[in-house]
């Protein structure tokens, strides 16, 4: 995302940012991966889906900022906000495989060739998602315009 965000900056500064990037992400992909697992167990659902989508994904995006500003690193404000969406578009793709049982380890995992062979369904599901809100959405207005017409 760096580099697609940075395409109009010199070369030796996007190479400085991508790399301090591969970095911190190589060290800390497992423990945010872990902390959404975990969120999964919340007793409230939308607490759960909210610290999975949000709060580890904004944790992450500061941590990973304060990392490029220790080591020098300039990060433009185009890039951060690039990061930023796809961090929250890629946490709600993970909620979703995770909700329907897969990228899951321990006991409540799969193995990784069974998430393997699930995953071209659940992606299709999930790009499917915005298109199924639309009835939903239609029948609560349907039913918002019939109760304030009985008033």
């Not at 940012?17 to 190589?26: D, I, N, Q, R």
């Not at 949000?54 to 951060?80: E, F, K, N, S």
Request: aromatic residues 8%.
């Amino acid at each position: 995302m760096y580099v697609a965000a940075m395409a109009r900056s010199g070369p030796h500064g996007r190479m400085a940012v991508v790399l301090v990037e591969m970095g911190y992400v190589t060290f800390t992909a497992g423990l945010y991966a872990g902390l959404q697992q975990k969120a999964l167990g919340i007793r409230s659902r939308l607490v759960g889906n909210a610290t999975v989508v949000l709060a580890i994904p904004m944790l992450a995006q500061a941590l990973d900022w304060v990392t490029h500003r220790v080591v020098g690193g300039a990060v433009p404000g185009r890039a951060t906000l690039a990061v930023c969406v796809f961090a929250t578009v890629s946490a709600c793709f993970h909620l979703h495989m995770m909700r329907h049982g897969a990228f899951l380890t321990g006991l409540e995992g799969h193995s990784l060739k069974e998430d393997f062979r699930r995953i071209p369904r659940l992606t299709a599901r999930f790009l499917m998602l915005p298109g199924s809100w639309v009835p939903v959405m239609a029948a609560r207005r349907a039913r918002g315009i019939e109760s304030a017409t009985a008033l």
